[in-house]
């Protein structure tokens, strides 16, 4: 699968010293995202007029005028269906400037499940024409870079983030105690580094030092649903990238994620969605071969 790389990306002799860049959202700018690839930088797309269909992992996004999207590194997308009139703008920027800092910080409690409340994001007129004029800034920045300047197009850059992010906490509270919130976030990355060998709540809710009641509390108050579910759906996730975007046989995916057999990995499949992995796999084409 194709990997775009920002350090590759060059229209102009500044871009190789620039952490960032800023395009006009048009069908020029947009061909190397028509098929499913891979990103080694974060990109917003902002939609000022017109339509456009973003295909994120297995999700399909409608963005219109006023939706802004936020397509974090190594993500699965493409896009399509963009319409005769669609403008707006693209911001390409490299990890550093992800307020990592702060986020890791003082603001851990924004970053619950971030990826998930930034792929689509509709702001309000005062929120929309503030984020348009913060880029603004860094297009001009971006057009005419100096040394001084650069570092401005970074600040702007994290105040357009930042702004991005306080929107979708309104929509999406983090907790109210904070071992909770801290506790959830360790839950997910746990579970994000050792779904492929551990499946049980009892296993996550041990390395927490918490009973699987309190674990299942938190996850059902955070996202819905039980802890076991949760563990359920990050490998139903990571079946379908594969089924989706590798040459793995069902064989090769049932050893990849720690399935006994592909009898096994069948039987996992059809007991949470009522279809073979080879339905699935139809299925899934679907959303990406038109």
């Known amino acids: 699968m194709k990997r775009l790389e920002i350090k590759k990306n060059i229209t102009k002799k500044e871009d190789e010293s620039l952490s960032f860049r ?9 061909k190397n995202y028509s098929e499913p690839h891979k990103k080694d930088h974060f990109c917003i797309l902002m939609v000022e007029s017109g339509e456009i269909e973003l295909h994120l992992e297995e999700e399909i996004i409608h963005l219109k005028a006023g939706k802004i999207s936020m397509v974090f590194p190594d993500q699965i997308s493409s896009l399509s269906l963009l319409s005769s009139e669609l403008s707006g703008k693209i911001i390409l920027f490299e990890e550093v400037l992800f307020c990592s800092d702060i986020l890791k910080n003082e603001l851990l409690s924004y970053n619950v499940n971030l990826s998930s409340h930034l792929k689509c994001i509709f702001l309000s007129p005062s929120e929309l024409e503030h984020s348009k004029s913060m880029v603004s800034f860094i297009e001009n920045i971006y057009s005419d870079p100096s040394l001084i300047r650069k570092e401005q197009g970074r600040f702007y850059i994290k105040i357009l983030l930042l702004g ?37 709540v009892q296993y996550y809710a041990s390395n927490l030092a918490v009973t699987t009641k309190k674990l299942n509390s938190i996850t059902k108050k955070h996202c819905g649903e039980t802890a076991i579910n949760a563990i359920h759906n990050r490998i139903l996730k990571e079946i379908k990238r594969l089924l989706m975007f590798s040459d793995f046989s069902h064989k090769q995916i049932s050893l990849e994620l720690g399935f006994s057999s592909p009898s096994a990995l069948n039987k996992f499949v059809k007991s949470k969605l009522d279809e073979t992995p080879t339905e699935l796999q139809k299925e899934l084409a679907q959303i990406y071969i038109k």
């Open 22 to 30: 800023v395009y006009d959202l048009n069908k020029e700018n947009l």
């Open 164 to 200: 991005l992010i306080e929107s979708v906490h309104g929509q999406h509270p983090v907790f109210q105690h904070e071992s909770d919130k801290v506790l959830y976030i360790r839950f997910k990355k746990m579970l994000n580094e050792r779904y492929k060998n551990e499946r049980t």
